[in-house]
């Protein structure tokens, strides 16, 4: 049995963006050297409770091994990736001096 293809209705979206763009944010600058700095790593808890930790853990080891005079901290964000977190962010704001936050695994 064959079917009209006719009589069938196909939707098609346009991915385009809307013409609309948002004010950038700059990011901080880099910082010269890590010796002696406070770097906080933070997990934001996409892709799972324990996603970013090994490769956290790895880069905190590897600076212990070769950065030596860098604290590392490695934290994870209350709440879901979407999620806020003012006071974490107020944290490092005061005792760090750089942080990768994101996902791994």
Do not use: C
């Not at 013409?19 to 002696?36: C, H, M, S, Y």
Request: proline fraction near 6%; avoid cysteine.
């Amino acid at each position: 049995m064959m079917s009209d293809a006719t009589s069938k209705t196909i939707t098609v979206l346009n991915p385009a963006v809307a013409g609309n763009k948002v004010d950038r944010i700059p990011l901080a600058p880099r910082l010269d050297a890590l010796e002696g700095k406070t770097l906080y790593m933070v997990d934001i808890n996409w892709g799972g409770p324990d996603a970013a930790n090994s490769v956290f853990e790895q880069i905190q080891a590897w600076l212990a091994a070769h950065v030596p005079s860098v604290k590392t901290i490695i934290r994870k964000k209350h709440g879901w990736y979407e999620a806020d977190d003012p006071d974490l962010w107020q944290e490092i704001k005061e005792n760090g001096h750089a942080a990768i936050v994101g996902i791994s695994g």
